[in-house]
């Protein structure tokens, strides 16, 4: 099962965005504590379709001079593309020496461990928010379900993890961005080559929409006031610093421009 790719460069690095998956989701429902008829208003007059919202999965590939990065690792098991189209692209998976996990839900993860039970990625070591970690490895722990994400993909690798405690670069170019609300560990990403630069925000927005309407909060963020001010926040800095902006769950391969737009944004995706 191959995905699609998107490739581009920043600065001397060799970005590429792997489709893990593609799903196509209600608006409505993935907004609940948001009016239903104001959702759809919201979804149409910005030219999307409410009830057919594609919602991707989008893999961040990162090949530096020093390192081969891989930001995340998708759902895993039979509905994850990203080995063979890693494969397919000349990338071994021996050769990833880091992947960056940027929070503990099981569409990040699920990928780490592979059906047989050993390491995806069998060379790498893992950077992760220390609180992300902390907080998942307890859960892992907590569970006697074999199929706990958590817990079968976590665990494993707890030898091979880099804590990160603050907002740093702890790999040339690539900073470590504190963005809470959606988990209370969320880290985003400022990619950063001969000053050239990509924000990639993970999952602070869900959703295009969400430039419009920052304060629309998905039913999966933990604490919904903290994710819309660090929505606003990442947002801000895109649009006034004109910086490349990825997003893991919009359509593929989630990659564009902020502007600002009112009292808030809009979105200008480059076409995969
Ligand atoms: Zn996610």
């Known amino acids: ?71 995340d690792t998708g759902l895993g098991g039979n509905r994850s593309k990203l080995p063979e189209s890693l494969l397919l692209a000349g990338i071994e998976l021996n050769k990833i020496d880091t992947v960056i996990i940027t929070h503990g839900h099981g569409d990040h993860i699920g990928g ?7 390491p995806t990625f069998p060379k790498a070591r893992y950077a ?21 994400p958590a ?21 040339p170019g690539i900073h470590a961005v504190h963005a809470p609300g959606h988990t209370m560990g969320h880290m985003a990403l400022l990619v950063e080559s001969k000053g050239e630069k990509l924000l990639h925000i993970v999952d602070a927005a869900h959703s295009p929409v969400q430039l ?15 994710s819309t001010a660090t929505r606003k926040t990442l947002f801000a800095e895109a649009a006034d610093e004109k910086l490349l902006m990825l997003a ?20 200008e995706p480059i076409s995969g």
């Open 128 to 148: 992760i928010w220390k609180d992300e970690w902390e907080h998942w490895l307890d859960v892992a722990q907590k569970t006697d379900d074999p199929n706990n």
């Open 112 to 118: 780490i461990i592979g059906a047989d039970g050993s």
């Open 212 to 226: 419009a309407h920052p304060d629309w909060a998905p039913g999966f963020d933990v604490d919904p006031q903290v």
């Open 1 to 71: 099962m191959i995905g699609s790719t998107h490739r581009f460069t920043v600065g001397d690095f060799v970005c590429i965005v792997f489709c893990d998956a593609d799903q196509v989701r209600d608006g409505v429902g993935l907004f609940p504590s948001v009016d239903p008829d104001t959702l759809k208003k919201g979804f149409s007059d910005l030219g999307y379709q409410w009830d057919a919202l594609k919602f991707s999965m989008n893999i961040l590939y990162i090949k530096t001079p020093e390192h081969s990065i891989l930001v």
């Open 151 to 171: 817990r079968k993909n976590l665990i494993p690798i707890q030898d091979k993890v880099m804590l990160i405690e603050k907002e740093w670069e702890f790999l």
């Open 248 to 267: 893991y769950h919009f359509g593929f391969p989630g990659v564009g421009h902020v502007e600002r737009s009112g009292d808030a944004f809009k979105w």
